[in-house]
T-cell receptor, first 111, second 121 residues
Framework: QKEVEQNSGPLSVPEGAIASLNCTYSDRGSQSFFWYRQYSGKSPELIMFIYSNGDKEDGRFTAQLNKASQYVSLLIRDSQPSDSATYLCAVNSGGFNKFYFGSGTKLNVKP | EADIYQTPRYLVIGTGKKITLECSQTMGHDKMYWYQQDPGMELHLIHYSYGVNSTEKGDLSSESTVSRIRTEHFPLTLESARPSHTSQYLC????????????????????FGPGTRLTVL
């Protein structure tokens, strides 16, 4: 079982819709959770960070964390074609060598 | 925006050559990382460092070596390049504070360099 699981996609949504990206993790001791966006051929860039149960909003992005269910999600409101990318979920279980990336979900936003 | 740099950005080299991929950051971060990523595939951690004179191997077996003589510099070396080494190499750094407060947890955020795309013929 992988430490961080993501559906590889692609997830296709029309422009203006809400895109919902999901991630599950296996270590109950995980403390902090990150969403990165990676355009094709580019390096990952941080979108959001969350560590408390509940929702955290930043512009069009909302991260949701449910530690009991070991589940973290990213909602993108009013999706734009420029949001088309691979979204990586990352989880830190507290130790130096316990920072794990998921394999990413590819999002396609169609005009 | 993170100040982390990688050179070269692209490298095409023949089998058997020794190569060094450079990574530098100007943020004073203690923790640095090297990842390998094939196109469309997940990131694999190959090396990391807690700080000066600290280096560790990551989850993915790698024939490369690293050094950390200065805080800002974390080069990766392949003694004898092979076609199987063809990949994208990403360097990252994080502040790495200890503790469970929000600032410390956020300090685990990894910032990535632009990457080096290596092709070994």
């Amino acid at each position: 079982q992988k430490e961080v699981e993501q559906n590889s996609g692609p997830l296709s949504v029309p422009e203006g819709a809400i895109a919902s990206l999901n991630c599950t993790y296996s270590d109950r001791g995980s403390q902090s959770f990150f969403w990165y966006r990676q355009y094709s051929g580019k390096s990952p860039e941080l979108i959001m960070f969350i560590y408390s149960n509940g929702d955290k909003e930043d512009g069009r992005f909302t991260a949701q964390l449910n530690k009991a269910s070991q589940y973290v999600s990213l909602l993108i409101r009013d999706s734009q074609p420029s949001d088309s990318a691979t979204y990586l979920c990352a989880v830190n279980s507290g130790g130096f060598n316990k920072f794990y990336f998921g394999s990413g979900t590819k999002l396609n936003v169609k005009p | 925006e993170a100040d982390i740099y990688q050179t070269p950005r692209y490298l095409v080299i023949g089998t058997g050559k020794k190569i060094t991929l450079e990574c530098s950051q100007t943020m004073g971060h203690d923790k640095m990382y090297w990842y390998q990523q094939d196109p469309g595939m997940e990131l694999h951690l190959i090396h990391y460092s807690y700080g000066v004179n600290s280096t560790e191997k990551g989850d993915l077996s790698s024939e490369s070596t690293v050094s950390r003589i200065r805080t800002e510099h974390f080069p990766l070396t392949l003694e004898s390049a092979r076609p199987s080494h063809t990949s994208q190499y990403l360097c990252a750094s994080s502040e790495g504070l200890s503790g469970l407060d929000s600032k410390s947890l956020f300090a685990d955020t990894q910032y990535f360099g632009p990457g080096t795309r290596l092709t070994v013929l």
